[in-house]
């Protein structure tokens, strides 16, 4: 699978001058930079720009398949970074994924994939089926249990049913000891293998046999659970139909989603998927976009709204214009983005796959050791051999090492299951440290568009979520009215709030825009202004609503006063209002242990101090250009760990800046999806406590699977040593161990808000 991919890189040397405003990477590839004229002149801000170039380059996912140690794939790593051409590689055997950013200048995914393979490595396109060989380890796995019953109960077939108990139980275990030994690593394949092979040559092949099966019974039900993290993922393509019905030449066709193309008209009807990401053409709806964005509630959809493949349509028929082919849907990227986000590996399971091989030549230099002293000391070799090769095995590290991968694996699964995508274990991993968040404004704590609050008439203030009286009804429909003509945030709000009830706004005539003032128009006979209070300096009646206007300012919202020739009217208040789930969710931030929410916006002072207020935050930084935020991080950095909040867009610098970026509302975006180290896919704010809610779950999920591990491992090996442990409890116990941290970490996927 490749997908190419544009990235702005802002090395923190070189941060936006001042008097750039803003820096955004649009989703039609176009960099666009907001700047102050009078602080900067073109050639400078072209300059900057130079800078800023977006660097292309491709990404390419990989099957990894096979049975090979963490160390191995460490080492596979290195030396696909040293190919021409390659930019980064990660892989991990567990994971069964691989993935490679590189030059598309210098080479492609099919030349990698070639060199990949001649590297030794079982690596096959993303495309291909998936390996069997699963299946093959469980159908060898029950060969060896019955050729173990054979022998056990028919003894003229001893012999032969244990050959061939050694060879189904040892075969997968032999390749990938023989994949780690062409690495120049020790792995627990080849520990457990030299252990059968030392049990049958102190004639106890039956505890060898019973070793290498419940061995491979263990690697099969590891399996089983990594497949069901990688399943639950994969189940999101199933939401998306195979066909479509789509209009062409004036009929309705039933064609498969490969046939489609750009700008195809596509028919969906109530109870139907949603086959590709699209616009809105005709009809209304309600979506139900759980699968994507982990929303409960149905969205509505209206003409001009995008909708996304995978979306559950529920109430009404729609049509709609592809916008992205099935290859490029939004949910298509979710799944991919999550496969390669498992060879993303923490810093706690990228040392343990250092340290295993480490561990594993300490075992068998133990082990030889255990053998050496006790024959030199007179010891009989049978009962020496046996109680070191039983020391070997309840040695082995094979619950440490799945501990980690087999929880983080699962937690990003099951988060991404409801809209929240960590793009790796690191990320995961960081996000249980954080203490602190810094917020944007616009768009993450608010709504990110101005609605209408408050209308003040001769009579008294009243909020939109009152009844309006009449008086005010009338005022707002004049006010709408004479914004009708205008194309500001403002206007647009007050017209759609006056719509929202009903109202007949009138077409005004002779309109006129003062520029940073407001506007006047003719409503029939009636000239009307709207505006600030420098349009009003000489209207009657100003002082009855002063007390109210200085009321609404406080509150940081913004007070357009409505008047006609003879006196002022009203006022109609329009804010960018909190979210609804903002201060329950801050709340939940608290409760969870972040100790300190800063604001960071380039909003006035005023305004940015009464959100604060209403959602809880303890400190505003406002009226900030990006490199002033970026510079309030790297303060913030000094003395907690910090998470920013974002929407994925305006602020990467910031982004990068802090020790976790968090961009919101994702889906549909690119831009978005690459810019922050997790992602929510919707814009439901609440998804922030659970983000960091199962982050900590995962920390101490692996805290305690590395707890028991390395218990089991220390009474094991005092019970080998000091009890004389049979090898066949040694090894139940050894791989019971195994499963149990396996399973444990596997209930991930189904972590819950709490």
Not at 183 to 209: F, K, R, S
Not at 269 to 294: M, R
Not at 318 to 341: C, Y
Not at 478 to 490: F, G, I, K, W
Request: charged share 20%; proline share 4%.
């Amino acid at each position: 699978m490749k997908e190419h991919c544009d990235a702005v890189e802002i090395e923190e040397e070189m941060l936006p001058p001042e008097g750039v405003i803003g820096v955004h990477l649009s989703d039609q590839d176009s960099l666009q930079i907001d700047f102050n004229p009078k602080k900067l002149t073109d050639d400078e801000v072209e300059e900057f720009a130079r800078h800023l170039e977006p660097q292309k380059f491709e990404k390419c996912l990989f099957r990894l398949n096979g049975r090979a140690c963490e160390a191995c794939a460490l080492k596979l790593e290195k030396k696909v970074e040293r190919l021409p051409g390659v930019r980064r590689a990660s892989a991990t055997f567990l994971g069964g994924t691989m993935s490679i950013s590189f030059d598309g200048g210098q080479t492609n995914d099919q030349k990698l994939l070639d060199q990949v393979k001649e590297q030794g490595a079982p690596v096959a396109s993303w495309d291909e089926s998936v390996s069997t060989g699963d299946k093959v380890e469980l159908v060898f796995t029950v060969v060896t249990l019955l050729s173990m019953l054979a022998a056990y109960l028919v003894p003229a077939v001893r012999f032969p049913a244990l050959c061939v108990a050694y060879f189904t139980g040892g075969t997968f275990g032999v390749q990938a000891a023989w994949q780690s030994l062409r690495e120049g690593t020790v792995d627990v394949d080849l520990l457990m293998i030299l252990a059968a092979l030392g049990a049958a040559y102190v004639n106890a092949p039956m505890e060898g046999a019973v070793l290498l099966f419940l061995f491979s019974l263990s690697n099969v039900l590891q399996s089983f659970a990594m497949d069901r993290t990688r399943q639950a993922i994969q189940a999101l393509m199933k939401l998306r139909p195979e066909e479509a019905l789509v209009r062409r030449d004036g009929e309705l066709v039933h064609l498969p989603l490969e046939e489609l193309v750009m700008g195809d008209k596509v028919v969906v009807k109530p109870g139907e998927s949603v086959p590709l990401d699209g616009v809105i053409l005709s009809g209304q709806t309600s979506l139900d976009e759980s699968s994507l964005t982990g929303e409960s509630l149905p969205v509505s959809k209206v003409p001009g709204d995008t909708i996304f493949a995978g979306t559950l349509n529920q109430t009404g028929s729609i049509e709609f214009e592809v916008t992205r082919l099935a290859r490029d849907s939004t949910i298509a990227k979710l799944v991919q983005m999550v496969e390669e986000a498992q060879s993303e590996k923490a810093s706690t399971q990228r040392w343990l796959d250092q340290a295993e091989q480490y561990y594993a030549v300490g075992v068998i230099l133990v082990t030889l050791l255990l053998i050496a002293v006790p024959m030199a000391m007179g010891g009989v070799f049978d009962a020496v051999f046996y109680r070191a090769i039983t020391v070997m095995v309840v040695a082995s590290p094979c619950a440490l090492v799945i501990s980690t991968p087999a929880t983080i694996l699962s937690a990003i699964g099951g988060a991404a299951r409801r809209g929240v995508l960590f793009k790796g274990g690191a990320h995961l991993e960081r996000a249980s440290e954080i203490n602190a968040i810094a917020f944007d404004k616009t768009g993450t704590l608010t709504e990110g568009k101005p609605r209408v609050t408050d209308i003040v008439v001769a009579e008294g203030s009243f909020s939109k979520e009152q009844d309006l009286p009449q008086s005010a009804l009338d005022l707002l429909t004049l006010a709408a009215s004479v914004e009708s003509r205008s194309e500001h945030p403002l206007a647009t709000a007050i017209v759609q709030e006056a719509l929202s009830h009903g109202l007949a706004v009138v077409e005004p005539t002779e309109f006129s825009a003062i520029t940073g003032k407001g506007a006047t128009a003719f409503v029939g006979e009636r000239k009307l202004t709207i505006g600030s209070i420098k349009l009003f300096t000489e209207h009657q009646g100003l002082a009855d609503f002063e007390h109210a206007l200085e009321d609404l300012q406080n509150q940081g919202k913004t007070a357009m006063l409505m008047g006609d020739e003879e006196k002022v009217l009203g006022i109609v208040a329009v804010a960018d209002v909190l979210r609804p789930d903002a201060v329950a969710t801050l709340k939940a931030l608290r409760a969870a242990g972040i100790g300190k929410l800063v604001m960071l916006t380039g909003d006035n002072r005023r305004v940015a101090e009464a959100i604060a207020r209403q959602a809880g935050i303890d400190e505003v930084f406002a009226e900030l250009l990006p490199q002033d935020k970026v510079a309030q991080l790297q303060l913030l950095k000094k003395q907690h760990k910090v998470a920013m909040v974002g929407d994925g867009v305006n602020d990467a610098p910031a982004l990068a800046t802090a020790d976790l970026g968090v961009a919101m509302g994702a889906a549909g975006s690119d831009v978005a999806l690459e810019s922050a180290d997790v992602v929510f896919m919707g814009e439901r704010l609440e998804h922030l406590p659970y983000a960091f809610s199962v982050s900590r779950r995962a920390r101490r999920v692996v805290t305690a699977n590395l707890a028991f591990a390395l218990g089991v491992i220390v009474v094991l090996v005092i019970g080998s040593l000091g009890a004389h442990l049979p090898l066949p409890l040694g090894v139940l116990g050894h791989e019971g161990s195994t499963v149990l941290v396996c399973l444990n970490g596997l209930r991930l996927l189904f972590h819950k808000p709490s």
